[in-house]
């Protein structure tokens, strides 16, 4: 090739390639790759609609082989790499934070949602028919992440991690374990022994500790036997009788309760926090009679009432586990 030859296309570049077909020189491998001609079949097809036919064999030109970067590895400055990863991370673009209705209106949202539902229905499903199958590694993984952790229930349910005693099983990697409230049983807190619950027996013993509807019941039992024979479990009935004939109303009580908070500036006695209960010197399991009387109670938060509070003699089990006559 003559050092001196330019593109016979027209950008007065230095040609590179000589097609032997049209005999002309170019500056580019193909002649549609040709700056020159790039503008003009741009000005030429600006508006122009292309068939059905047309578009099939455009998109088949892009595929395997016949796409121009078929076999090579695309290589990206980290300038790059950091627009792209912004950009799927929705941090740019003029739709930054906006929701279907804000960008296509309230009916195509509508009919896209519909559409997206769809396509996850039936035959429609990409994964319909098809049995996922994952290795070894991927199934532990699953299953010890939706295994329970013990520092995860002492922080959202300090109230249940301070009466119930917890450990890992030392058999099974990430299992919990309790202790059976039965004294009699070899599973017992008495007896040093320990068993694993089940997700339902320890979701319903922390309802009964946490929520407003509890009655610190749920009870842990390893078995139906220890269940039916623990005097606690058998004396329930008498205890709810009791609690119905309270000399008191509980409109009266949520009145002292509001007293003595607002007496107490709703800080705890104990540390100055924020108090949610009011604690009572006299147990008013024991002394019901003086429930109502301001001078035996004050504020407290959760953590000191069930810390401080409620403790040894005074402790949640065993006020729970007295029968009162």
């Known amino acids: 090739m003559d050092k001196g030859v330019l593109c016979e296309y027209g950008c007065g570049r230095k040609a590179l390639y000589y097609f032997k077909y049209s005999k002309n020189w170019c500056c580019s491998k193909s002649h549609n790759q040709c700056p020159t001609l790039i503008e003009k079949n741009k000005k030429l097809n600006k508006g122009r609609v292309f068939s059905n036919e047309t578009k099939r064999k455009m998109s088949e030109t892009r595929r395997g082989k016949n796409n121009s970067m078929y076999g090579k590895k695309r290589v990206m400055s980290e300038e790059s ?8 991370k929705g941090k740019t673009g003029p739709n930054k934070g906006k929701t279907w209705e804000e960008m296509y209106g309230e009916e ?24 996922r199958v994952f290795s070894k590694q991927t199934r532990k993984r699953m299953s010890e992440g939706s295994m329970l952790k013990i520092h995860i229930l002492e922080e959202r349910y300090p109230l249940f991690s301070k009466i119930e005693e917890l450990r890992y099983n030392p058999d099974v990697k990430g299992e919990i374990q309790v202790h059976c409230k039965n004294h009699n049983c070899p599973n ?36 139906e036997e220890c269940k039916n024979s623990c005097p606690l479990f058998n004396n329930r009935e008498h205890l709810r009788k009791e609690e119905s004939e309270k000399p008191y109303t509980n409109e009266e009580y949520q009145m002292l309760r509001e007293y003595v908070l607002e007496r107490d500036k709703n800080k705890c006695q104990y540390c100055d926090k924020k108090a949610e209960h009011v604690h009572h010197e006299r147990p008013q399991k024991l002394e019901p009679f003086f429930s109502l009387d301001p001078d035996l109670a004050w504020s407290v938060c959760q953590e000191c009432h069930y810390g401080k509070g409620h403790i040894d003699e005074c ?11």
């Open 81 to 88: 790499r950091k627009k792209m990863s912004e950009s799927h």
């Open 188 to 223: 017992s807190k008495e007896q040093g022994g320990w068993f694993t619950p089940t997700k339902i027996q320890l979701s319903e013993r922390i309802r009964q500790l946490e929520k407003p509807d509890g009655n610190y019941g749920g009870h842990f039992y390893c078995c």
């Open 108 to 131: 195509k949202a509508k009919e896209m949602r519909k559409k997206l539902s769809q396509r996850s229905k039936g035959s429609s499903n990409p994964m319909y028919g098809k049995k």
């Open 315 to 325: 402790s949640t089990g065993n006020l729970a586990s007295k029968i009162c006559k």
